[in-house]
């Protein structure tokens, strides 16, 4: 179940590294890297907690939350 969650996530993360690139150029690196590291501290303790439900739909928005957006919000500065 975890390993279908993380791999929809993955996916949507390839496609949000090029789009959060991008806003990147935009409103500059360091307001989108924080943001997402914002975010990723923020989603954390939710992400726990979901897993202990083990409502599949709520772990796959968390971790889609927490890759395409926290992640890939973070990666996409470094790589620029």
Request: with cysteine; aromatic share 4%.
């Amino acid at each position: 179940m975890i390993l279908n969650a993380v791999m929809i996530a993955i996916a949507c993360e390839l496609v949000a590294i090029s789009l959060l690139g991008r806003l990147t150029d935009r409103v500059g690196r360091r307001p989108v890297y924080l943001t997402a590291a914002l975010l990723n501290l923020v989603l954390v303790v939710p992400a726990f907690k979901a897993i202990e439900t083990g409502d599949m739909p709520v772990i796959v928005a968390l971790l889609v939350a927490g890759l395409a957006l926290g992640h890939a919000g973070t990666y996409a500065p470094q790589a620029s």
